[in-house]
């Protein structure tokens, strides 16, 4: 009889994006990957994770100023290398950065990020009111995986902040991405998508021929229309939106508290956004938006459906993942 053997090789969390993180900052080559079936698309750790300050962008820094002048703590949800966090903490803000990764929460500290833990988004760490300003970015809120799971995230980011707080999120808008977006996947509802891919790395000089892989990943593209008709069921309102320069593919929202009451539309919401010229204003003039989404029923019916990954089931597919060898036979 044979005896039952061990598979051969690492047989850890394989964490890609945390581990490619962690390897680039440490100066070990490596290459991280996204991948949709047969096709692969590099992952940029270096020009998305590690970018100078210089180089982020008058109106990316005026965003983050606003957070930190919301004079409270700020926390950044998936906050990666952390580079976020710095930057709060080096103005004198109180910034706490957390993150599903492990590896990437090391490589933040490694970097100097002072508070920063191992947490997911779904549930975070973190007391009811913690915080006056929430930032989240790099398209992790679309992990919610529908619109109601992004509302649940927005419900959450809502538990830990005050009433009046404020918030930044981003995402990709489907009504300015064509089938050649990596990962890409339509629906036939307007102003939503879908983008589907999982992370795999690669290191070049230790485990060659080692792939960490990560669990596949499903992302919710929506519309700026459609992440209003999801905030709509939170404390937020959607202040502002900003599509990002260069092909402007990718749009970021700048978020505030309701008023406690939650009497009526929010007047501030109008006013302030079409008099600020840094925001697009054709994502806010579309007055077919608010008839569109009270009218449909058959969003808001499959918003909340069964049939839609939930955003815990996702979040809770992020981080167990599987390291595979390669070429073993
Ligand atoms: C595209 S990166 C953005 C990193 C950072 N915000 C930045 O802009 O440099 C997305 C981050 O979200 C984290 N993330 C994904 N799912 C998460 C979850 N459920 N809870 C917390 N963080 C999560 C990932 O580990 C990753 O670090």
Same mark, same amino acid.
């Given at each position: &009889? ?11 969390? *394989? %964490?890609?994006?945390? !581990?490619? &993180?962690? %390897?680039?900052? #440490? ?51 998936? @906050? ?30 490694? &970097?100097?990020?002072? #508070?920063?833990?191992?947490? /997911? &988004? ?7 009111? #913690?915080?006056? *300003?929430?930032? @989240? ?12 799971? =992004?509302?649940?995230?927005? !419900? ?16 990709? %808008? ?12 339509? /629906?036939?509802?307007?102003? =939503? ?10 290191? *070049? !000089? ?15 593209? @929506? ?25 402007? =593919? ?10 406690? /009451? ?15 010229? #840094? ?51």
């Amino acid at each position: &009889m044979t005896a039952d053997r061990e598979p051969e090789g690492p047989r850890t969390f *394989a %964490d890609p994006f945390g !581990r490619a &993180m962690r %390897d680039f900052h #440490r100066g070990e080559p490596g290459r991280l990957v996204y991948r949709d079936g047969t096709e692969v698309q590099d992952g940029n750790v270096e020009g998305f994770y590690f970018t100078p300050r210089a180089e982020w962008g008058e109106e990316t820094t005026l965003e983050l100023e606003r957070l930190a002048d919301a004079r409270g703590p700020v926390v950044d949800v998936g @906050c990666g290398t952390g580079q976020h966090v710095r930057w709060f903490q080096d103005r004198g803000v109180d910034a706490v950065g957390v993150d599903v990764s492990p590896n990437a929460v090391g490589t933040a500290r490694e &970097m100097g990020a002072e #508070r920063v833990l191992v947490g /997911d &988004m779904h549930d975070l760490p973190f007391e009811d009111g #913690r915080f006056r *300003a929430v930032h @989240c970015v790099g398209t992790q809120l679309a992990l919610g995986g529908s619109l109601a799971g =992004i509302a649940a995230l927005l !419900r959450e980011f809502a538990r830990v902040t005050a009433e009046d707080a404020v918030g930044l999120v981003d995402n990709y %808008d489907p009504t300015r991405l064509g089938a050649d977006f990596f990962g890409f996947r339509p /629906d036939p509802r307007e102003g =939503i998508a879908h983008r589907c891919f999982h992370f795999e790395y690669e290191r *070049a !000089r230790w485990e060659p021929g080692v792939r960490a892989v990560g669990p596949a990943l499903h992302f919710l593209l @929506c519309s700026p229309d459609r992440l209003r008709a999801a905030a709509s069921e939170t404390p937020w309102t959607v202040a502002a939106v900003r599509h990002t320069e260069p092909r402007e =593919i990718h749009y970021r929202a700048r978020l505030e508290r309701k008023p406690a /009451d939650g009497a009526g539309p929010d007047d501030r919401f109008s006013d302030r956004t079409t008099s600020d010229d #840094r925001f697009s204003d054709r994502t806010t003039s579309d007055d077919r938006f608010s008839d569109r989404t009270t009218s449909d029923d058959r969003f808001s019916d499959r918003a909340g459906s069964d049939d839609e990954p939930s955003a815990a089931a996702i979040g809770a597919r992020f981080f167990p993942v599987l390291v595979v060898r390669r070429g073993t036979e």
